[in-house]
């Protein structure tokens, strides 16, 4: 059963542009998590919110986690080839850091 | 400072052999992880340590895997025998007391079953 579902699988865009992505689920979050993966690595953690409502920045990344807890949104603003990458959002429904992870959106940022 | 350490980075082996994957996580970190990720399932937890201690094996497949933590420095996840469909990355990730919730992840080791 998968408990999260990420929008959408692919997305390829122009330097410049903004995007989106999206990370749903029915079940409520203890906290959620981001991740970056690039080919041949594994992921790499860009942050973790717990509380409804909380946005996090990191530099062009806004990170949004849903009132409800149940969603998370990524805005990338002025998206640049170095993004390109896998986007996983990983949640812990337990508070155990047991994190189940999405399948993720494949970002290719075309120069 | 080193990361979190697998080997080997590539193995191909035959229908039916024994696949040994090893990893070797950060130093002080007394949580570990292992992971599968295909194309089809994603990211898959398989089983987690705390303390060289398995605490949650639920995502183990089947009875062929198997893993083992003698110590905190070095972990195993053994398929055995090995089928076509165990074709995967997996992936071993640790972190610490105080920082539970940031899971430092290894570059992986691609599995090829023929």
């Known amino acids: 059963t998968q408990l999260l579902e990420q929008s959408p699988q692919f997305l390829s865009i122009q330097e410049g542009e903004n995007l989106t992505v999206y990370c749903n689920s029915s079940s409520v979050f203890s906290s959620l998590q981001w991740y970056r993966q690039e080919p041949g690595e594994g992921p790499v953690l860009l942050v973790t919110?717990?509380?409804?409502?909380e946005v996090k920045k990191l530099k062009r990344l806004t990170f949004q986690f849903g009132d409800a807890r149940k969603d998370s949104s990524l805005h990338i603003t002025a998206a640049q080839p170095g993004d390109t990458g896998l986007y996983l959002c990983a949640g812990d429904t337990s508070g155990t850091y047991k994190y189940i992870f999405g399948t993720g959106t494949r970002l290719k940022v075309l120069a | 400072d080193a990361g979190v350490i697998q080997s080997p980075r590539h193995e191909v082996t035959e229908m039916g052999q024994e696949v040994t994957l090893r990893c070797k996580p950060i130093?002080?970190?007394?949580?570990l992880f292992w992971y599968r990720q295909t194309m089809m399932r994603g990211l898959e937890l398989l089983i987690y340590?705390?303390?060289?201690?398995?605490?949650?094996d639920s995502g183990m497949p089947e009875d062929r895997f198997s893993a083992k933590m003698p110590n905190a420095s070095f972990s195993t996840l053994k398929i055995q025998p090995s089928e076509p469909r165990d074709s995967a990355v997996y992936f071993c990730?640790?972190?610490?007391?105080?920082?539970?919730?940031?899971?430092?992840f290894g570059p992986g080791t691609r599995l090829l079953v023929l």
């Open positions: 919110v717990v509380t409804g409502g």
């Open positions: 990730a640790s972190s610490s007391t105080s920082g539970r919730e940031t899971q430092y």
């Open positions: 340590f705390n303390n060289n201690v398995p605490i949650d």
């Open positions: 130093s002080g970190h007394n949580s």
